[in-house]
Nanobody
Framework: QVQVVESGGGLVQAGGSLRLSCTAS????????MGWFRQAPGKEREGVAA?????RYADSVKGRFIVSRDDQKNILYLQMASLSTDDTAMYSC????????????????????????WGQGTQVTVSS
């Protein structure tokens, strides 16, 4: 069965950096499109970054965040820099099969409806 587990969240001061990790299991990692989403209290969940051959970023994080994947270790990373209080949120990892036999043409995607496997999230809090 497919499972994704996030880690690396915590408290960081504004202007600082943090790297999140998403470890996947039960899947052929290279055949799955992956994405990072975040949700702050009282706000809707938004796509942050996605990876499937190419990468895609939300306008709010372009130039500050970098998504990468280690296909040997089945880990998706999100390197975050120049953090501000606006980045405070629960960050979740999502996956969807998109390789051979999958709906690959949609990806990389920042639409939460395009993913069917989700982790439980890791909290990122940026202090001023």
């Amino acid at each position: 069965q497919v499972q994704v587990v996030e880690s690396g969240g915590g408290l960081v001061q504004a202007g600082g950096s943090l790297r999140l990790s998403c470890t996947a299991s039960g899947l052929s990692f290279t055949d799955y499109a992956m994405g990072w989403f975040r949700q702050a209290p009282g706000k809707e969940r938004e796509g942050v970054a996605a990876s499937f051959g190419l990468t895609r970023y939300a306008d709010s994080v372009k130039g500050r965040f970098i998504v990468s994947r280690d296909d040997q270790k089945n880990i998706l990373y999100l390197q975050m820099a120049s953090l501000s209080t606006d980045d405070t949120a629960m960050y979740s990892c999502a996956a969807r099969p998109a390789g051979i036999g999958g709906d690959w043409c949609r990806f990389p995607s920042l639409d939460e409806n395009d993913y069917n496997y989700w982790g439980q999230g890791t909290q990122v809090t940026v202090s001023s």
